[in-house]
């Protein structure tokens, strides 16, 4: 039995260390440990803060996320304080939201994953003539050619389509030959290029996917001029509670939002479907297939198959806190579906209403095994962030040997679901979404209609029943990829009602009704803002007393998955997918951070501290060539 430490795990956003036990003579994982190793202290921060303020705050968790977690926070203002937002403001809301899941997944895919499927080594060996006849197969028989309901049948915008010649495949592998020949690898120098899985793709498909990752390092921020337009800036675009800042006039050339701005926005959701479409959806696909088909990659599942949770996703229009969150969401993937690996006929749904998330033991989290002081499960609204580092199973603090696996071993709490742990994410949306559909449980909308219509021409491509792909690294990587699909038909969607319903006249962007603290009656107040991240079901809790935050708590989807283990429910979905995964050499686990990096992690929700004067507290660099480490 060997242990294998990789620390740091690099390309994913924040600081985790790993610990494995490996059986070198089967590849069989046996144990596995995940610890976030960075504190997150936003929550401290916020406290006896103006509720208004805390979104521009609570949204620097993350630089990745962009204004995932602003969203959440205004949200839960809202919720605490009874505030609906007008219409223009919520189409945009939705706009921005798919924009944040369409841009986080496709720079996830190429620019932090990418390198676990494919080699530069690898592309070298590549055939130009052959990969450009790849070019043309993959968008032939590697599409899902589906639309929301906005489809237009002209566009005068520039189309964002892959070049498919032989002369330009072999610029390109010149371009890379310089770069090896050079050394310039960057964070990428350290990989195991000689890791067996890097066989099982052709080379033509190293090189193709290599060029797009180059393509779109320059192509993907057009995703973001949404944000540029409705909140200032990106990342950290702006919001406001009650609605949004960005004025509306239709005659005024100088107003954030008028008919010129309005034309960029259309041409950046036009260009983002033509990169899902054309690049995203194509590679990912051709990948996993190629993969699925040998036999890898398909386990890495974990909790996937047993529990995943949802929260609802893209309310079509204004709701009334969470009561009503997702009532009226196009993505109902709210609720828990447990043992959908059975299949979906035996997949069990457990609905996740409004009145659930007051229940203090339906939602929960527990620092059992987290470096805090409190123990207890608690619900979000009463939750604590008292650090308590003890550090490794000795008690050093400074040079870890082993993390204490029966004590306290991670920053990241662990967030229950009626005493259980649960998978999030876009997996677990599919999941969800698939199970209510198929069983009958809703009628599905335009959007559910798409998801199943994806899963089941995906299950048709690789020969094999959702039940059998979907838990597992390559059903987590083809969703991550569908989801952006979908991401970008909802913001083709919402902007054609943010449009029509200025056409009516509404030029409204917020209601300030509640905005100065005057008109809050005295009293406590409590608020639960909900969004369906890139990385899954996202909540923010707040707790207002006497106009001030009193307690606030974020429990992220990595918090969900990157969790320690719980002592009844045991582990959870970064552990559990690590134990569910073979190696093939120990000392180069490549298959573990595949898994692992299948979620898109976001460590860096843990790490978030100041001090009063403004002053550097400490200056960390994370080596790149640090990979991994055997002992």
């Known amino acids: 039995m060997k242990r294998v430490v990789v620390d740091p795990v690099t390309r994913i956003e924040g600081h985790l260390r790993l610990e494995i036990q490996v059986d070198e003579s089967t590849g069989k994982v046996s144990d596995a440990l995940s610890s976030g190793t960075e504190w997150r202290g936003l929550e401290n921060i916020v406290k006896d803060r103006d509720p208004r303020e805390v979104w521009a705050f609570i949204q620097r968790i993350c630089g990745v996320c962009t204004s995932a977690h602003a969203l959440a926070s205004v949200r839960a203002v809202e919720d605490a304080l009874g505030i609906k937002i007008p219409r223009n403001a919520h189409y945009i809301r939705n706009i921005m939201g798919g924009t944040i899941n369409s841009h986080d997944h496709l720079v996830h895919f190429y620019h932090l994953y990418a390198f676990d499927w494919v080699s530069p080594m690898e592309a070298l060996k590549a055939d130009p003539a052959a990969t450009a006849a790849l070019q043309k197969s993959l968008l032939d028989g590697y599409q899902l050619p589906l639309q929301g309901p906005i489809q237009y049948k002209f566009s005068g915008y520039p189309k964002i389509f892959p070049q498919a010649s032989a002369n330009y495949f072999g610029a390109m592998k010149d371009k890379l030959q310089k770069l090896v020949e050079g050394g310039q690898f960057g964070l990428f120098a350290a990989n195991w290029w000689n890791h067996p899985a890097y066989k099982i793709l052709p080379p033509e498909v190293h090189l193709l996917a290599i060029t797009h990752y180059l393509n779109l390092l320059n192509l993907q921020r057009d995703i973001v001029i949404p944000h540029v337009v409705f909140g200032g800036k990106n990342p950290h675009p702006h919001y406001v509670v009650g609605g949004m800042g960005c004025a509306i006039s239709m005659n005024d050339m100088n107003a954030p939002v008028n008919t010129a701005r309005l034309d960029i926005v259309a041409g950046a959701i036009d260009k983002t479907l033509d990169m899902i479409n054309y690049y995203m959806l194509p590679d990912a696909l051709a990948i996993c297939a190629i993969h699925a088909k040998a036999g890898s990659a398909m386990d890495g599942g974990g909790l996937s198959g047993e529990r995943v949770i949802g929260f609802g996703g893209y309310p079509e229009e204004p709701f009334a806190g969470h009561m009503d969150f997702a009532k009226t969401a196009l993505v109902r993937c709210d609720g828990v579906v447990e043992n959908f690996a059975q299949g979906v006929a035996n997949a069990k749904y457990y609905p996740l209403e409004g009145k659930d998330f007051n229940e203090k033991d339906v939602i929960v ?107 597992s690294t390559v059903g987590r990587t083809i969703t991550r990829a569908l989801d952006a699909q979908i991401a970008a038909n909802m913001e083709r969607f919402f902007f054609d009602k943010l449009v029509n319903n200025i056409k009516t006249g509404d030029t409204t962007i917020a209601n300030t009704t509640k905005w100065n603290p005057s008109s809050w009656t005295d009293g406590e107040f409590k608020g639960v803002g909900m969004f369906e991240a890139p990385r899954g079901a996202l909540s923010h809790w707040v707790v207002i007393k006497d106009k001030k935050v009193k307690n606030y708590q974020a429990v992220v989807p990595t918090t969900w998955n990157a969790c320690p283990i719980d002592d009844e429910s045991g582990h959870g979905s970064f552990e559990k997918s690590m134990i569910d995964t073979h190696v093939a050499i120990a000392d180069q686990p490549l298959e573990i951070v595949r898994a692992i990096r299948s979620f898109d992690p976001c460590l860096a929700c843990a790490a978030h501290v100041y001090n009063s004067k403004k002053e550097t507290v400490a200056n960390i660099n994370t080596d790149p060539f640090i990979g991994c480490s055997t002992k």
Not at 429 to 443: C, G, L, M
């Open 365 to 471: 989290e527990t620092s059992r095994h987290s470096w805090y002081k409190d123990n207890a499960d608690l619900h979000p609204w009463e939750g604590k962030t008292n650090p308590n580092y003890t550090g490794d199973i000795n008690g050093d603090k400074a040079h870890w040997s082993y993390l204490d696996q029966k004590g306290k071993y991670s920053w990241v709490k662990t967030p229950k679901w009626r005493g259980k742990v649960c998978e999030t994410g876009p997996l677990a949306r599919y999941i969800i979404v698939y199970t209510k559909v198929k069983q009958s449980i809703i009628a599905p909308t335009w959007a559910e209609q798409m998801m199943v219509a994806q899963i089941d021409r995906v299950s048709a491509l690789l020969g094999m029943p959702p039940e059998k792909w979907l838990p």
